[in-house]
C-alpha cells in the first residue's frame, strides 16, 4: 500500500527531551537529572479518593467537559488563591496541560493563524500549534534576561497574529515574567484583541512572590488559563488538568474536548478534588532547598548560571566548553553517567545551556552537579590549552 500519510506528522521530529531521555534509559547506573518528574510520590490522601471512587464503581463515562463538583472545586480554589472570577461552565477537564494546550489551540486557530511562541519554550509549543494548521511564530526573549522586549514584540505581530503562550515560570529557564513583562503583555493583547494562552502549570512552585497575567481582569476575555495537576501535586502519571476561560470560547474548547477524548475518568478527577485541598507546601520547600544548595554549588566552583525564580528546573551555561549542547550531554552521558537536556531542544539560541532538573533527591543529585562542574571545567581548560 502507498501510505499517504499526515505531512504535518512527516515533517515533525519527535520531542527532544524523550528522544535523549530515552537514549539516557540505556547507560547502566546514570543519573537522570532530565524529565521535570517530582522526586514525591502522590499524597495518599488523593490516592485514597481514586479508590473510594473506585469502590463506588465511579467508572462509567463521564461527562466530556468535566465532573461538575470538580468545575466548581477549581474556580473556588482559583478564586481563593488568585482572586480569579469563573464559573463551572467556563472550566473544562482535560487530559493535563498538554491536553489543555492541544484543545484550546484547536478551538481559537483557523488554518494559516499565526502563535506567538516566546522562547526559550516548552517542546510541545511548536507541534500543538502546528497540528492545528496553524504557524508557529518564534521570539527569543533569552537575551532580554529572559523578559519581555516591547518592540520585539511589536516586530513580530501580523494581521494573522491569533494568540500568544505565555509560560511563567518558564520551562527551562524557570524565571518568571516580571510585573513590566506582564504590563507590555496586557497593553499589547487589548490593542491586537489577540488571546493569550496562560501555560501556568508551575504557579504553585515559586521561590518569591511574583506577578501572573492571569490575574489582569481588563484582558479577561482573552486569556485562556492553562493549569495542571501534574507538578504541584506529583501527578504527572494521573494526566489531568483544567482549562479556564470566557464563556463563548470555554463552549469552543469543550466541544475539542468532547470529540478529542470524550472526558477524563471520573475517579481520576475524584483524586483531582481531594487534591485541590491538600498542603503542598513541603514539596515547595524541599524544591526551594535543592535550589538553594545546587546554586551554592555552581558559583563555588565558578560555573555560570541562569537562577530559577521557579518551577524545579536550572539551566547551566556550558558556552566556555565550546560545543554545542547535544554533544555536551552525550559526553556528559557517557563519560560520567550524568543525563541533562540539551538547551537546543528548547530553541537554537539555547545551545549555550543544558537544562538540569531540580526535581530529584538531593542526596542524589548533588554529588551529580558536582560532575556536571568537573566536567565543565576540564573541557573549559581543554579548550584554553589549545588556542
Known sequence: MNHVL??????????????????????????R??????????????????????KANDTHYPFAQGLLSLRKACCEFEKRTQDLDYV????????????????????ICRPRDEVIILLPAFTIYKPIVEFADAI??????????FQINEQKLRNVITSKTKAIIVNSPNNPSGINLNRQSNDILEKIVKEHDMYVLCDDVYNQLIFEETDFLVRRKSIRSNIIYIQSFSKPYAMTGWRIGYVMADQPVATEIAKVQSYGTSGVPPFV????????????????????????????LLTDRGIPFVKPQGAFYLLID????????????????????????PGEVFGAQMDRYIRTSLATDIKISLPAFDKIADFILNYSQKVEESV
Not at 88 to 107: D, H, K, M, R, W
Not at 276 to 295: A, H, R
Open 136 to 145: 508557529p511564530v518564534l521570539l527569543d526573549i533569552s537575551e532580554d534576561d
Open 269 to 296: 478527577q475524584q483524586a483531582a478534588i481531594a487534591a485541590l485541598s491538600t498542603d503542598v507546601s513541603y514539596m515547595i520547600k524541599q524544591y526551594e532547598n535543592n535550589m538553594n544548595q545546587v546554586s551554592e
Open 33 to 54: 537529572l532530565t524529565i521535570g518528574e517530582p522526586m514525591f510520590d502522590t499524597p495518599l490522601n488523593i490516592k485514597q479518593a481514586a479508590m473510594d471512587a473506585l
Open 88 to 107: 463551572p461552565s467556563e472550566v473544562i477537564i482535560t487530559q493535563g496541560a498538554t491536553g489543555g494546550l492541544f484543545t484550546s489551540i484547536n478551538a
Open 318 to 341: 556550558i558556552s566556555q566548553c565550546k560545543m554545542d549542547s547535544w554533544t555536551f550531554a552525550r559526553k556528559l552521558l557517557h563519560e560520567t553517567k550524568v543525563a541533562v537536556i
Open 6 to 31: 499526515n505531512e504535518i506528522l512527516l515533517n515533525m521530529d519527535l520531542s527532544g527531551i524523550r528522544r535523549f531521555s530515552e537514549e539516557a534509559n540505556k547507560v547502566e547506573g546514570v543519573i
